[in-house]
Every structure is written in C-alpha cells, then in structure tokens.
C-alpha cells in the first residue's frame, strides 16, 4: 500500500496542491518513488494522505479528497495515547498481511508465538471456535498487539499515554516497560490457562444503561463501564439473564456477549490464589511511558508494579469510560486502538482503528497511520514510504495569492475628446494652455472612492488632501507653464474632502509679470458651492544652480535669524519634486518645508578628545536646527594644549534625516 502525503497552508491549496501532482504524475511515474518523495517536503498544518495499491487509486484519490482512499484534517494541539484492545477481537488470520509486508512486524510476533507453541497455526488456521477459547485468544491478542506496536514504533509514533482494556492491559504494561517479554507472556500465559480451566457456566450481557441504573443483584457484578451508558454484566447465567430481562422492561437495550466465561465477575475467584503465585515470580519496573489504570480510572503510577494488582485487575470492573475522561482531562486529543477489531473505537469519540475484521490489512494500517499524519503526530515519514533510490521532482507549492494592493480608481474619461490634455497627474486630471493669457489651467476630481489613501491623512475627524500634495499640485502645472521652480507657496485653507461625493480641484497659473514670474492659486468646491481657495504662491522659470556639496556649514553663519532662499524648488513633468541641496556631507541636517523646525531639535553633541595623548574629555559644540557653531576652547585641562572641536559625525533635524534642503525655513 503506498500513502501520498499532501500538505498545505489552506484547504484551498491542499487542493491545489492535489490538482498540480494530478498533472505531473503519468503512466510512467514511479509512484513509489513520488510517495517518497513527497515526505521530503515541509509537514503544513492542512494535510491530506492519498492510500492506493496503484497509481490509478493514488490519482482516484487525489481527484476526490473526500473518497474512503484519503484522509484529511489539520493540525491540533492534543496528546495520543494507545488504547490495547481485550478479548472477543480476535479473529482467524489476522495479521497475516502484515506478517507478511513488514519484518518488524514479523519478528515481534514470533518471538511472542516462540513462548506459545502452536499459536501461529491456531491465528492462521481455519477453526475459529479454537481460536475463541480464553487459552488461545488472550496469547493471540497479546502477539498482535506487541507486533503491531513495535512496527509503529519503528516508524518513530510515540504515545504520550497507554491503557488496556482487560487483557489489553498487560499488553500496555509491557510495552511501557513494566514487565519484560519472558515475564509479560508468564503472566499471559497463566491467566489464560487458569481461567480456560474454570467452569463455563456463567455469562455476561451489555446493558444500555447508566451504572446508577444497575441494582445490587446477588450474582451479578459489573464487569465493564463503556460509556456513560454502556455497561456490562457479567456472572451467574439465571442471575444476570434475570436482571436484564427486567431493564429490558424498563426501555434499557440488551445484548447477549458471545464469551465463554463470565470475566470480571465472583466466578473468577477460583482461580486468583494460583494466578497470584505466578503473578509474584516475576520482575516489575516502573513503566517508561505514563499509563492510566482502567481498574482505577486514574494514572497507574506504582499501581502497575504491584502483583496483587494484576490478580484485582481479573475480579474488579474495567472503568474504561473513567479512564477516558482521565486522558481527555490530561489533554488526550488523538486515540490509536491498537488490536485485531475496531471494539474500543465505538466506544471512544475520535479513537482511529489500526485494524478491523473483515478490511484490508494494510489499507487500514495506512489509514491510520495517515490519520495520525494529518493531526500533526510526530513520526518518521521517510520510513513509513520505504524509501526510494529514485529522485522525483515534484511540483512546485501551488501558492495562493492574495491581492493587498487598493482597487484601481475608475479610469477616468478620455479629456482629449474635450479639447484638453491629459495630465498625468495622480490628482489632476486635466491639463490646458489659456489662449491669449498664456495662463495654464488644471483641474481633478478627488474622493475617496477614487484616492482611499487619503483616509490616513485625518485631522480632527476630517479627511484633508495633504499639504505636499497641494505643493505636488502646483509644481506640474508649473513645469507645463515653463516655469518648474517653486519660489513660494502660502497655504490658506485646509481642502477638505468629503465623506461621501468628490470634490473639484482647479490649479490656475497666471501669465509671466515683467519679473518673470507667475502667480500660482489652488482652488476647489463641492457640487455648486462657490470656489474656495486654498493657497497660492510664485512660480518661477530660474534654473537650479547646483550647490557646493563641499562645505558642511557656514564657517560663520549669522547669530541673527534670517530666510533662507527658496529658489532650490524644482520640478519633473512626472509630479515628482526634486529639491537642490544646500549642504551635504556627514553633518549635514534635513529640514521639513516649514517655517521653523517643529521639534526645535537639537542633537546629542559628541565629546572632543585633546589631540595629545592625552584623553582627557573636552569641549561639547552647541549644535541647532540647520545650523553648527563651533566653539573654541582654551585648551586642555590635562596638558595646556589648545584646540579647537570638530563638527559632530552625523547632524539630524527629525528623525531618518541626512541632508538638509532650501526650503521657506528660517534658522533657529
């Protein structure tokens, strides 16, 4: 049987993912080798396995994720423990698929059969009601469980808990470590033949029922709690047969059990004196694993290692239903039956069987083994394909992409038709030369239908269209007008743009005065409001001299404020500003275009150094926005040395800031 794991982010890309290896995989396609293959790959926590026997079933599986073939799930939190099936699960030749595919498994079955001659034969022979008998069925039982847990373990799955149910039980304990092999198949072997020795006149019969609902009845014991509403009697025949016939009346379902002997019960004290002398012989270690008792319904702990629990553990009730709710308390998500038949998922919500009567050997270990894959079970997936010498490049991820850019604004209509050009301009969307005048006008249409990016430009619970972009605004009409420089820009009123509806934005430049010069205005309204403006300014036709970048600052700048000229402002058809650097260098300061810093920064100075040999700490400069000082100092207190501090290394005004830019400031 060969299992294809999938795995992916979503349940959209599993099925992706799922559809890609349906196109890559062809009738020549080592299927073995794609099953290998695909365990190389990250284990995501949405998961798929396709089980088939060929490449047809494989590709069957992969069309339908939802065939009886696959089995699919997500990743959870959780812990898994084994649950060991007991008697009445056998079943003649089980195991024989896996005896026969898996060495581990084969050779941990013979070395139980080793110490039960004949065994084998009885497992694969014909005589079902020989296999039935307590002497047979309960070493048979204890053979395919360890051989089945040892093959699991090969495969690298590690329960965090272990319980059994009756004989399943000392299946758990020797696994956990508790009782050796030799030792384990003593007390199998013991308990097996002392009970098949005693007389057959007892029964046992499930009842649906709550425990409360069983009265004490001479006779009759409780042999199991299921469920909640599962219980099993178990005793003298005209007792129990009696006692059921009365639930019966009362609405309580029935069922007759197919057993030789009524286990669990008083009948079984006969033999519990000889049971506990073979019982004491042996050797007992703590277990390796944690374990629940399902004689107690709570952690084993020492419980295990004590004979005379082992002689209890035959008279007392299975208090599997409390043995549940302790591992579902202790965060128990994922139940792996382990045995012969599918008895204990039934009665277990999300147990995965490892075998049942009747189904395909191999199909239903790969399944649940599958199962555990798909719920995020640690395990070593490389060994569980058998691997392959053959390399198989396989299928990118099929990614699933997500769109996060805005939605693109409704194209806008074509101006051309109307006589205009267009503007290309993210806010502007038409563009005229004024006959006559030489004037240029400009218009747009802002909302936040066509620009939600505007909304993260909210002051005061108002959308407001940016001051940039007002100065972004001005300098394309003012490079369609010859004239690209920003010489100044006065800004009269915030341009509000509504919640709802758009707003019209108008950019006039007026024609040269004998200055060469143009007057500048952004307006806008709403509907048929009347025209508001919200700045205006001078454009210039000055081509940008480019600065010396040499000098940090001014050897003597002036301790009296003064403009700062403005004439650095320039800029590209594409809407884009350039600005032409005033200073640069490592100490150079950026400034935002406004009339004074806001912050008022001013940086941390450094700490000058004697340039002697001395190190002693000197002078720290007085440094401000847009500006250095550099102060002298008389001399070092160390050595008398006079000299004078170096500019510090790196100057900011704001944060990111390396260079400072002409702009309408003022220093400070």
């Not at 702990?301 to 004979?307: F, Y």
């Not at 743009?497 to 758009?502: K, L, M, N, T, Y």
């Amino acid at each position: 049987m060969i299992p294809w794991q999938l795995s992916a982010k979503t349940p959209e890309a599993l099925r992706a993912q799922a559809d890609a290896l349906v196109d890559f995989v062809t009738a020549d396609t080592d299927v073995v080798a794609v099953g290998h293959a695909l365990t190389r790959r990250a284990a995501l926590n949405h998961r798929a396995v396709v089980v088939g026997a060929n490449r047809d079933e494989l590709l069957a599986g992969l069309n339908d994720l939802t065939s009886p073939n696959v089995v699919t799930g997500s990743v959870t939190e959780g812990k898994l423990a084994f649950l060991f099936t007991g008697q009445g699960s056998q079943h003649i030749g089980m195991g024989r698929d896996l005896r026969q595919n898996f060495p581990v498994y084969t050779e941990a079955f013979d070395a139980v059969c080793h110490h039960f001659p004949g065994l084998r034969d009885i497992i694969f022979g014909n005589d079902n009601d020989l296999l039935a008998q307590t002497q047979h069925a309960q070493p048979a039982i204890f053979a395919l469980e360890v051989a089945l847990y040892r093959l699991l373990e090969s495969w690298n799955i590690h329960p965090d808990y272990l319980a059994g149910h009756s004989i399943g039980e000392i299946t758990a304990a020797h696994t956990a470590g508790v009782l050796n092999l030799t030792d384990a198949c003593t007390l199998i072997h013991a308990r097996a033949t002392l009970m098949q020795a005693l007389p057959t006149d007892g029964t046992m019969i499930a009842i649906n029922a709550t425990e409360n609902d069983i009265p004490t009845t001479p006779g009759v014991d409780i042999a199991a709690i299921n469920g909640p509403n599962a219980i099993v009697l178990s005793g003298d025949e005209n007792a129990v047969t009696t006692l059921a016939a009365k639930l019966a009346e009362q609405g309580h379902r029935t069922k007759k059990l197919n057993v030789s002997h009524a286990f669990h019960s008083a009948l079984m004290q006969p033999m519990l004196a000889d049971f506990q002398k073979v019982a004491e012989t042996l050797t007992y270690q703590q277990p390796t694993i944690a374990a629940i008792s399902t004689v107690t319904g709570k952690p084993a702990d020492h419980d295990w290692t004590n004979p005379e629990y082992w002689v209890n553990q035959i008279r007392n009730t299975v208090r599997y239903h409390d043995t549940i709710t302790t591992l579902n308390n202790h965060n128990t998500t994922t139940y792996l039956e382990i045995g012969p038949d599918a008895n204990l998922t039934a009665i277990t919500d999300g147990a995965i069987p490892t075998m049942k009567r009747k189904s395909d050997e191999l199909r239903m270990l790969a399944r649940a083994v599958g199962a555990l894959f798909t719920r995020g079970v640690p395990m070593d997936r490389q060994a569980l394909s058998g691997g392959s010498a053959v390399r198989v490049p396989l299928p990118g991820y099929a990614f699933q992409r997500e769109r996060f850019w805005l939605p693109a604004a409704t194209p806008a209509a074509d101006v051309t038709a109307a006589g205009m050009d267009r503007a290309d301009h993210p806010l502007l969307g038409a563009i005229t030369v004024l006959p006559g005048s030489g004037g240029v006008l400009a218009t747009g249409q802002v909302s936040l239908a066509t620009h939600p990016w505007l909304v993260d430009h909210t002051v005061a619970g108002a959308v407001l269209v940016p001051g940039t972009a007002l100065v972004d605004m001005v300098l394309r009409v003012g490079a369609e007008a010859g004239s690209p420089t920003l010489a100044e820009l006065a800004l009269e009123t915030p341009l509000v743009v509504p919640g709802s509806g758009a707003v019209r934005v108008q950019v006039t430049v007026a024609d040269e005065d004998d200055h060469g010069r143009r007057a500048v205005a952004v307006y806008s309204r709403t509907a048929d409001a009347e025209w508001t403006r919200h700045a205006s300014g001078v454009l210039e036709a000055v081509p940008v001299e480019p600065a010396d970048l040499g000098e940090w600052a001014p050897a003597t700048p002036s301790r009296s404020p003064s403009t700062v000229s403005t004439s650095g402002w320039t800029s590209s058809r594409s809407g884009r500003v350039s600005v032409a650097w005033k200073g640069s260098g490592p100490g150079a300061t950026t400034c935002s275009p406004r009339w004074s810093c806001p912050r008022r920064w001013r940086p941390r100075p450094p700490v000058s150094r004697c340039t002697r040999a001395c190190s002693t700490p000197r002078c720290t400069p007085r440094c401000s926005c847009l500006a250095a000082r550099r102060t002298a100092v008389p001399g070092c207190r160390s050595c008398g040395t006079r000299w004078q501090c170096t500019p510090p290394a790196r100057r900011h005004c704001g944060p990111g800031s390396a260079r400072w830019t002409a702009t309408a400031s003022r220093w400070r």
